[in-house]
């Protein structure tokens, strides 16, 4: 949770959301509940960033906050267009969060028969990318690799075949993710665990991933644009399964800084991707994109 809440302590627009505490202003948005968990994580930034304060900051309040109410934030689908899913959506739970994390997938059935198409939506604030398998040790792959077997044409199983529309009978098909809408911070999960037959298996691969210029183009449903991200943080896992720790590493002030638990100390922009990489998170460059 440490690694976590200083990834996001780092996510410029919500911090500073957090110390002017612009969310009381929101009234209808925030619902009680959840004005008394934004309150404790308001908390908790806002001792962060105190420019008198020295020493480290114990997340207890926030962590006993949080398990009390743990919000629930499911994603959803539904076979309306984009446009009118994402103002439902909206309607539902508009709030800052969603303006700066949640952007939205399209997920589209190809009948293999017939070729007929049918399109869902469904919202995300993150995404969870497979590692290539294949791999021996000291192997390299890029994000980009990743990000094309999230997005690469699934066959779907003869056994649990959807209903295709012009067929009218179970049809065996395929099912294809792209990125209809792009969030303004994008969290990326590299999914280094996976279940074996000796239980659940982390992996160490080491993928490249870019610090500038990330290009989202390859992901993009039609008409979504070239969105181009830069990394300001990593959540890093280190050690095994059974015992391992989390530490995060943060750009602010154009300087990267590793964070753990209690200790923090500068490091060098060349040390940041390394095979203990486990969440991603990129800021859309506004200048460079096309949206
Ligand atoms: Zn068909």
């Given at each position: 949770?440490?690694?976590?809440?200083?990834?996001?302590?780092?996510?410029?627009?919500?911090?500073?959301y957090?110390?002017?505490?612009?969310?009381?202003l929101?009234?209808?948005?925030?619902?009680?509940?959840?004005?008394?968990?934004?309150?404790?994580?308001?908390?908790?930034?806002?001792?962060?960033?105190?420019?008198?304060?020295?020493?480290?900051?114990?997340?207890?309040?926030?962590?006993?906050?949080?398990?009390?109410?743990?919000?629930?934030?499911?994603?959803?689908?539904?076979?309306?267009?984009?446009?009118?899913?994402?103002?439902?959506?909206?309607?539902?739970?508009?709030?800052?969060?969603v303006?700066?994390?949640?952007?939205?997938?399209?997920?589209t059935?190809?009948?293999?028969?017939?070729?007929?198409?049918?399109?869902?939506?469904?919202?995300?604030?993150?995404?969870?990318?497979?590692?290539?398998?294949?791999l021996?040790?000291?192997?390299?792959?890029?994000l980009?690799?990743?990000?094309?077997?999230?997005?690469?044409?699934?066959?779907?199983?003869?056994?649990?075949?959807?209903?295709?529309?012009?067929?009218?009978?179970?049809?065996?098909?395929?099912?294809?993710?792209?990125?209809?809408?792009?969030?303004?911070?994008?969290?990326?999960?590299?999914?280094?665990?996976?279940?074996?037959?000796?239980?659940?298996?982390?992996?160490?691969?080491y993928?490249?991933?870019?610090?500038?210029?990330?290009?989202?183009?390859?992901?993009a449903?039609?008409?979504?644009?070239?969105?181009?991200?830069?990394?300001?943080?990593?959540?890093?896992?280190?050690?095994?399964?059974?015992?391992?720790?989390?530490?995060?590493?943060?750009?602010?002030?154009?300087?990267?800084?590793?964070?753990?638990?209690?200790?923090?100390?500068?490091?060098?922009?060349?040390?940041?991707?390394?095979?203990?990489?486990?969440?991603?998170?990129?800021?859309?460059?506004?200048?460079?994109?096309?949206?």
């Amino acid at each position: 949770m440490n690694a976590v809440l200083q990834c996001l302590s780092n996510t410029s627009a919500l911090r500073d959301y957090c110390i002017r505490r612009e969310y009381q202003l929101e009234g209808t948005g925030y619902r009680k509940k959840r004005c008394e968990l934004m309150d404790a994580f308001a908390s908790l930034i806002s001792a962060l960033w105190e420019p008198s304060a020295s020493g480290s900051v114990n997340p207890i309040q926030f962590q006993q906050k949080f398990q009390k109410l743990v919000p629930h934030f499911a994603g959803y689908s539904d076979d309306e267009k984009s446009m009118q899913m994402w103002k439902r959506y909206l309607e539902r739970d508009d709030s800052k969060i969603v303006d700066l994390f949640v952007g939205q997938l399209n997920s589209t059935l190809r009948c293999t028969t017939c070729g007929y198409k049918s399109t869902t939506f469904e919202v995300f604030c993150d995404l969870s990318l497979p590692l290539p398998k294949r791999l021996s040790m000291g192997d390299r792959v890029s994000l980009s690799e990743c990000l094309s077997l999230f997005t690469a044409e699934e066959e779907l199983d003869t056994d649990n075949a959807p209903l295709c529309g012009r067929c009218n009978q179970r049809k065996s098909s395929t099912k294809k993710l792209t990125i209809q809408r792009f969030p303004t911070f994008l969290v990326l999960h590299l999914n280094r665990f996976s279940l074996s037959h000796y239980g659940i298996r982390k992996s160490t691969t080491y993928v490249e991933f870019p610090l500038y210029g990330l290009s989202l183009r390859q992901c993009a449903a039609n008409k979504a644009g070239n969105p181009i991200y830069d990394l300001y943080a990593v959540c890093n896992h280190t050690g095994t399964v059974n015992g391992g720790h989390y530490t995060a590493y943060c750009k602010s002030g154009g300087k990267w800084h590793v964070y753990n638990d209690s200790r923090v100390s500068l490091m060098q922009e060349n040390q940041v991707v390394s095979t203990e990489a486990y969440v991603l998170f990129y800021q859309l460059d506004e200048t460079r994109s096309i949206r």
